[in-house]
Every structure is written in structure tokens, then in C-alpha cells.
């Protein structure tokens, strides 16, 4: 079990900037992948962020360009680099990390941050 703890939610102003962190409990040599999911009210949860055991990123139109995911391997912790923020990047952000396991893979989530962006 890979228990996830995040934190660096709040509130901004459009234009403002945060980082969120996300803790892992294990080393991130035994994780495939971390990264953010964010949900905003009414909608269904989507990708932010992804960063994998090779170092490769992944990120939807919709925030590349002002986002940036980051690994801390000494501390198992991943970040996230959020520019130039908009109203509708308010959501709650999740953290969820993916372990190899013998078929597929396992998913495990934090408890979720708020970001609320608004003037």
C-alpha cells in the first residue's frame, strides 16, 4: 500500500502561481508513474500531470505550457509547478501514484488538495 500525502493547495488570483507536493510513502524506484488528476464540481476527473520511473512527462493542451511536474527521488516526493493560473484550473487535485504489480498495475491516491483561482 503507497499512502500519498499532498499539500501546497490554496487560494489565488488569476495570473498567481502554486506548487503542490505530493509525498510518497515508498521509494519512487518501486513506483511506474506519479502524478495529478484534478476534479472540478460537476465534471469528471482528468489528467494534469504524469511523470514515469523514466522520467518522461505527460501533459493534456490545456495546461502545457504553464504546468511543470517534478521528481524528488531522495525525498519520494513529486511536485507540481503551476503558472499563470486560470479561474478554470479550480478543482480539487488529486495525487495518484501507479505500482507494477504481476499483471498491470496498481492505483493508489492522496486525499485530495483545493485550488481555488479567482479574483
Known amino acids: 500500500q503507497v499512502q500519498l500525502v499532498e499539500s501546497g493547495g490554496g487560494l489565488v488570483q488569476p495570473g498567481g502561481s502554486l506548487r503542490l507536493s505530493c509525498a510518497a510513502s515508498?521509494?519512487?524506484?518501486?513506483?511506474?508513474?506519479m502524478g495529478w488528476y484534478r476534479q472540478a464540481p460537476g465534471k469528471q476527473r482528468e489528467l494534469v500531470a504524469f511523470?514515469?520511473?523514466?522520467?518522461?512527462?505527460n501533459y493534456p493542451d490545456s495546461v502545457k505550457g504553464r504546468f511543470t511536474i517534478s521528481r524528488d527521488n531522495a525525498n519520494n516526493t513529486v511536485y507540481l509547478q503551476m503558472n499563470n493560473l486560470k479561474p478554470e484550473d479550480t478543482a480539487v487535485y488529486y495525487c495518484?501514484?501507479?505500482?507494477?504489480?504481476?499483471?498491470?498495475?496498481?492505483?493508489?491516491w492522496g486525499q485530495g488538495t483545493q485550488v481555488t483561482v479567482s479574483s
Open positions: 495518484n501514484a501507479k505500482r507494477r504489480k504481476e499483471i498491470g498495475l496498481d492505483d493508489y
Open positions: 511523470i514515469f520511473s523514466s522520467g518522461s512527462t
Open positions: 515508498e521509494s519512487m524506484a518501486s513506483i511506474y508513474a
